[in-house]
């Protein structure tokens, strides 16, 4: 046998659960003299969550546009897919892009558009995709997002939560193995917050998406990582306190004055007695 196939190619060692998926080794980042990012390290594994948590203007939203490559750090190394993200051109950016889904907080729908015609945009406009197959999956991610009636209906018709879930499908589209959310919850009651939390957490536990979620709400943050989604025989999705083990899936990480001053799970981060941490949490 040849043992250069016997061995696992890159590609299938990153599709394996715990494969890093994500990686920021030693970013740095200023704008002019004021220094956002000192130095930032994560590591975000398939399947897992990175809740970044920090104060507004500490540089969160700055790390996703890093490592989506929309911004070019000053230093340091970023992986997405075993890729060098910071050194690759606009071209090789391509295919990274294509496996992340970005919810960012402007991240507005068409207003013009249907939500059909918004949630399928880029597969009906850019892709080429054949319009019966582009239909299918239209459909397919709006009912895994509980609002298939809604397909006709122009975003002014939804509530603010919907139109944030209808901003989710589209994302998941293109079946990306990586969401980004930035402060998707933000601005939402928590009633409605919760429902934006319950997509989050069934695109993580049904469909093994790994998941940076940015925000301040630590309520958000606290019941997407101690939550879990479970199918049951009939396909009924319920969301139910996540196992130990779960939890543990879930990485916070809290920015600071450029570093990060907290990592840990939520177990950890509720038993923190760093009064940085104790006046954010309270
Ligand atoms: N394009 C830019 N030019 C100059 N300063 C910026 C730019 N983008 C962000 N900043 C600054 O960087 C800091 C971090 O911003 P950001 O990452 O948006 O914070 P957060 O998302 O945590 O609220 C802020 O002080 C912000 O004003
Ligand atoms: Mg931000």
């Given at each position: ?28 980042l200023a704008f002019d003299e004021k220094v956002v ?20 203007g ?200 450029g ?24």
């Open positions: 046998m040849d043992p250069l196939n016997a061995s696992p190619s890159a590609e299938a060692l990153l599709d394996a659960p715990g494969a890093p998926v994500v990686v920021l080794d030693d970013v740095q990012l000192r130095r930032v390290s994560f590591t975000l594994l398939r399947g897992h969550t990175t809740i970044i948590l920090g104060a507004s500490s540089g969160k939203s700055t790390i996703l546009k890093i490592l989506t490559g929309l911004l070019p750090s000053d230093g340091g190394a970023v992986w997405v897919n075993g890729a060098r993200v910071d050194q690759l051109s606009e071209q090789e950016l391509m295919p990274v892009r294509g496996d992340l889904g970005m919810i960012f907080q402007e991240g507005a729908l068409f207003d013009s558009l249907t939500v059909r015609e918004n949630v399928g945009y880029k597969l009906y406009e850019e892709l080429h995709v054949p319009i019966d197959e582009a239909d299918r999956r239209v459909e397919e991610v709006l009912g895994f997002i509980g609002l298939a009636e809604h397909i006709d209906k122009m975003p002014s018709e939804l509530s603010g939560g919907q139109r944030r879930r209808v901003a989710i499908a589209r994302a998941m589209a293109f079946r990306p193995k990586i969401m980004l959310y930035d402060e998707a919850t933000t601005g939402l009651d928590p009633i409605t917050a919760t429902t934006v939390d319950d997509e989050i957490i069934k695109l993580r536990d049904l469909e093994s998406v790994s998941s940076i979620v940015v925000t301040h709400q630590l309520r958000d943050a606290f019941y997407v990582a101690e939550r879990m989604a479970v199918r049951d025989p009939d396909g009924r999705v319920r969301i139910v306190p996540a196992d130990p083990e779960k939890v543990r899936q879930t990485a916070f990480i809290m920015l600071k004055d570093l990060i001053c907290f990592e840990g799970d939520a177990d950890a981060l509720r038993a923190s007695t760093d009064p940085y941490l104790r006046t954010f949490l309270s």
